[in-house]
């Protein structure tokens, strides 16, 4: 599914009859674009004329480009979505402008921003005419990852494409440098100042009569040639018998010019028009059926078309006239003329106009604006009910919602504290999301049966479960789960698919993986049944990070390839971890870049979503990788933002877990002290809450330290349990630690024994990083136990800077990134000529992520198509 855009967005404003034209910008403006600048910016305060310029040039017969227009609003404060909106508004021109970049934002794999714009800029540069993407109302735009992604396109711009900037503020681009370079046409508010004779061809055309030359030159001056100051006095000049009387009285800075000058526009309307403009001013977007919900007159529709036909501040916003909004400045002005009691109850038609058109979001930002609680809490926990509005899973919005209701509001609706529980689970919010279950049950307990009474009932002990399961309560989470859910309808697929994710969580606790894999993707398929996208996605990351545990990381891949095709690229929050179980793979294999992009844009994803679980674990695995890369303030930085996060859960076991990984940081970066410190502390408490992941991160400082014969008591059992339980991952890191210890106490044998048994679990998976961290004494170990395992060696050899190739014939030697068990697959169908169809088909997997196998084994063997790639193949030895 392609995404869905606001065509509004991309509407070019009209440039209306009768306007009043401004040849010397608009020369300035195709100045620019003749002497092949990157930008035009034009910069100046509200009600200067800025977009009216613009689209007076795009429609003047001198432009010669080929011009995009992308309308902006703080909804585009977010990467992904203005570089869609972006690329969109060119290919709206021509579909050669953009498709590279649409495919690398709409793949399953996600691209990194850099990939895209370099997509971007090489088709532009193919262009042989010139073309322009105006930004309008850049202002609103905050993030900084936007005004780099836009500097980087101005650093590499192409000939003959140009940005058109509109904004009320400079934006934090390279202006200096720009300008020094003469890459930039700059217009400013003192440009935009109507002259005295433009002023005069303005009032020649909006008044109907000639007013005198003292008259003109006299507003002139009072408005400082500000074009919406002008343009309110030529409407207030409409009826006028004494328009120099009336000039003499014009007094007052911008702000009052405008209060002044609006309210004698607003005089001069009928009564029908003023009741109607200010009834209709809390809206953001208005069209004739929510104007006629508001006001109650059914002949908005020509109400809204002659207050376009008048030029009173409307501004269309599609070419059908259906919707339109109002100048803000003069909205604002309008707004004043409403009561207390009329903006509360204008505001509750807003919201119920929107909750029936199903506009749920929207329905609930109205009700709060109103300032009631009581209605806002009956349309918040309507909007809860259904479950579209869950499925985004923006539980940081969902949150917001009730932090701006009072808590009587909960205590006496049990649905919606019942609801309220599930996100402030959602959020960690553990301890008030267990005094609202307590809350909704005791109102429960004053009502009669029914069946929507027995069904809440069910839901607060599945919700209790939950937090029990993530507190490592397990008796309890099995126990309330399963009351849940014997209450519980099978046909309420949101409840159950709740239900197995919490048993998916107790069973994992349990070292029951399989089980816990089965009810995991059970609450995936239960999820996708009820429509509530967010939730199937997390329960096939669970599954995923299951899988890693037990060191399969091909089939982890394979499970958050379909979660990402599964939301067909839909920028939701849930995605982040997708993209950070990605992202972590991709760094153990070694692909450092590629991993970097996806952990980034994973953890700005979860955290845009207030996931706070999500983005933790997004922030661990860039410390690995910033660490790796030497960013180590970076790498300390987001260890200590995991600990501050944690401090909103009450959950020891990750405490621990931070502790122990700041620990490892330690010890990468040299402070050996600051890990003995841990490890003290640690030692300390280990007999009574021992850890896998503590133990092994003990094994490494003493490891550090020289103690070698403390190291067999820690890691044997380790090892051995992890053994038992399937824990792969864990067997692995294990067995390279005792080789590493067995190979300092000259015990060979027993280290090569313990090196071959990682490799055997490692080496098919693509592990890489786990070895190659451990530095020059893994070297050694890798040359030791080549004899046996040459292929596997000398992948992980081949892979440290300035070593040599052991074995060139290889296949594995070969390849700076091998393929994975699963591209092995995928390699051996290419060979027998299979299609991407047959290849799904027989890997029970999607076309789409057939596809990416395929476009990974072609990358990984340096071929362009399929018969390449069988040539390379064989060359190889495959």
Known sequence: MNQTFLETKFHIPPWRAGSISRPRLVQRLNAGLEEGRSLTLISAPAGYGKTTLVAEWIHSSQNRAKTAWLSLDDADNDLGRFLSYAVAALCRKDESLGCGAQNLLQMTRSASPTAVLDAWINELAALQQPVCLVLDDYHVIARPEIHEALEYCLDHHPPHFHWVITTRADPPLPLARLRARQQMTEIRAQDLRFTPQEAHQFFAHSTRSPLPAETLQALETRTEGWAVGLQLAALALQNRSDPQAFVETFRGSHRYVLDYLAEEVLHQQSEEMQRFLIQTSILDRLNASVCEALTGQANSQALLTHLEQANLFIIPLDDQRGWYRYHHLFADYLRTGLSSAESVELQRKAALWHEAQGSSFEAVRYALASKQPDFAAEVIQRALERETTWSGGNVALLSSWLDALPAQALRSRPQLSLNASRILYLCGRFDQAEKCIAQTEEALQALPPSEEVEEMRALAHIYRGAIFAVRGKLPQALEETAAGQLRLSPDHHLGQARAFYSLGLVHEHSAQFETALRHYLRASEEAETAGVLSLAIHARCAAAQLEIRQGRLGRAEQICRTALAAAENTPIPPLGLAKIILGSILLERNQLEDAQNLLEEGTALARQGGLTDDVIA?????????????????????????????????????????????????????????????????????????????????????????????????????????????????????????????????????????????????????????????????????????????????????????????????????????????????????????????????????????????????????????????????????
């Open 618 to 878: 997004g922030l661990a695995s860039l410390a690995r990788l910033y660490t790796l890369q030497n960013r180590l303030d970076e790498a300390e930085a987001a260890v200590q933002s995991i600990r501050t996060l944690l401090t909103v859960y009450d959950l020891p076991h990750l405490a621990r877990y931070a502790g122990a990984y700041l620990a490892r940081l330690h010890l990468y970066t040299g402070r050996q002290a600051a890990a003995e410190t841990w490890a003290a502390d640690y030692r300390a408490v280990r007999a009574a809450a021992p850890f896998p992941f503590g133990e092994l991160t003990l094994a490494r400082v003493l490891l550090a330290a020289g103690a070698w014969d403390d190291i067999p008591a820690v890691l044997e059992p380790i090892l051995e349990q992890a053994q038992r339980s399937g824990e792969n991952q864990t067997v692995i890191e294990a067995a390279m630690l005792l080789a590493r210890c067995r190979h300092a106490r000259r015990e060979t044998q027993a280290a090569v024994a313990y090196m071959l048994q990682a490799l055997r679990l490692a080496a098919p998976e693509g592990y890489a990083r786990l070895f190659l961290d451990e530095g020059p004494p893994m070297q050694e170990l890798l040359r030791l136990v080549r004899p046996q395992a040459p292929a596997w060696a000398d992948a992980l050899l081949s892979a440290i800077p300035g070593q040599p190739a052991s074995n060139p014939a290889s296949p594995a030697n070969a390849l700076p990134d091998p393929l994975s068990e699963q591209e092995m697959r995928v390699l051996a169908l290419i060979m027998e000529g299979q299609s991407n169809q047959e290849i799904a088909d027989q890997l029970v997997i999607s076309v789409g992520t057939a596809k990416w196998h395929v476009h990974n084994v072609l990358q990984k063997l340096g071929a362009k198509n399929r018969p390449q790639a069988i040539a390379r193949a064989r060359e190889l030895g495959f």
